[in-house]
């Protein structure tokens, strides 16, 4: 079936550093990555979607500037949280589907606490 | 915006079954799917509805109305295995998946 993989599974940073998450669809070409976000006991909140090769759309309210996405190969893209703050804390999960599919994939989750 | 309710946990005995109802409010509708996500780890597909009706797959069913807004997820004869969250989520207009918060399911002995 297909997989998809996210790294870190946990990191754990300075507040004011930023941290790179990768996601990677394992045995499948991923045209369209989708980045979520998930607080305690909340539901997975799309933040971005990210197409092969073009610039990610950020859902309303999320900042661009602040999560930083690139789609820069068919099973790679990659979700930078810049200048983090404690309150970026969250668990963060990618999904990916195929071209032509309905069904998306999802990764395992990264949990980032920022101290 | 989008709307998606669910309950937030049901408790059940092994070999029962559990049914977790899902209302939804949505600019347009693409289908409904159902996932399972066990604690940290991936959602995992479990069904997915786009035209009324029951969709039966081994132990686990769901069922969609549109006119409604409603959809349930059916677990039989659970196992222990079976405590998880089960995710109900929308595909909207733009196809866009919008999450429910999750249902935690407990499975006693």
């Known amino acids: 079936g297909a997989v998809v993989s996210q790294h870190p599974s946990r990191v754990i940073c300075k507040s004011g550093t930023s941290v790179k998450i990768e996601c990677r669809s394992l045995d499948f070409q991923a045209t369209t990555m989708f980045w979520y976000r998930q607080f305690p006991k909340k539901s997975l909140m799309l933040m971005a979607t990210?197409?092969?090769?073009?610039?990610?759309?950020?859902e309303q309210g999320v900042e661009k500037d602040k999560f930083l996405i690139n789609h820069a190969s068919l099973t790679l893209s990659t979700l930078t949280v810049t200048s983090a703050h404690p309150e970026d804390s969250s668990f963060f999960v990618c999904s990916a589907s195929e071209a032509g599919t309905d069904t998306q994939y999802f990764g395992p989750g990264t949990r980032l606490t920022v101290l | 915006g989008q709307n998606i309710d669910q309950p937030t946990e049901m408790t059940a005995t092994e070999g029962a079954i559990v049914q977790i109802n899902c209302t939804y409010q949505?600019?347009?509708?693409?289908?409904l799917f159902w996932y399972q996500q066990h604690a940290g780890e991936a959602p995992t597909f479990l069904s997915y509805?786009?035209?009324?009706g029951l969709e039966e797959k081994g132990r686990f069913s769901s069922f969609l109305s549109r006119s409604k807004g409603y959809s349930y997820l059916l677990l039989k004869e659970l196992q222990m295995k079976d405590s998880a969250s089960y995710l109900c989520a929308v595909r909207d207009g733009d196809y866009k998946l919008s999450f429910g918060a999750g249902t935690t399911v407990t499975v006693r002995a």
């Open positions: 949505t600019s347009g509708f693409n289908g």
């Open positions: 509805n786009v035209l009324d």
């Open positions: 990210s197409n092969e090769g073009s610039k990610a759309t950020y």
